[in-house]
């Protein structure tokens, strides 16, 4: 499998990196902030860019990997351009959001923890994210869908096939 910093683009987005950090006062401190900022550029945290990090800043790799594990925001699976994060929480599972997954799945036609081949859609299911008024709750990266049904899915996914179409 190809190194990540072997990618296109990577000693550009390094070097982004590498300046953020240099900013930071108080650079443990600021680890989780420096984590998200990797994410942001390369997609996803894979152990060597961990380790990059943790040497940066001069702390155990441990620790760093400690604080990507811990959080679901972070992923060290490369991911698609858009994670649709499906609420399996209690009060989206008591509204059905079940039948939500089973759609996504089937019209996606990956399983959750997959990614599309185009590299469009992570599909992921997660705890309660706190939003359960509005359940079943589906998250696509930050946008917030709530009370989805099954039939809104098609849409959903059109709409952000559509994006991409005219963002080309
Ligand atoms: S259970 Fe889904 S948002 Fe809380």
Redesign the pocket.
């Known amino acids: 499998m190809a190194n990540i910093f072997s990618l296109e683009n990577a000693d550009q987005k390094l070097k982004a990196l590498d300046a953020f950090i240099l900013e930071q006062d108080a650079k443990e401190d600021a680890l989780i902030s420096i984590l998200h900022k990797a994410q942001e550029l390369f997609g996803y945290l894979p152990s060597e860019l961990q380790l990059y990090v943790a040497r940066k800043l001069n702390i155990p790799a441990s620790k760093v990997y400690g604080v990507v594990s811990f959080y679901s925001y972070f992923s060290q699976e490369k991911r698609g351009k858009y994670t649709v994060n499906i609420?399996m929480?209690?009060?989206?599972f008591v509204k059905g959001v079940e039948k939500v997954m089973h759609a996504f799945s089937e019209q996606l036609d990956i399983k959750s923890g997959n990614t599309t081949p185009d590299g469009l859609f992570t599909l992921k299911d997660v705890r309660?994210?706190?939003?359960?008024g509005l359940?079943p709750?589906v998250m696509i990266n930050d946008k917030v869908f709530g009370h989805v049904t099954e039939n809104d899915v098609s849409r959903i996914i059109d709409d952000y096939k559509n994006m991409e179409g005219s963002e080309g």
């Open positions: 609420c929480g209690t009060a989206c309660c994210i706190g939003a359960c359940a709750v």
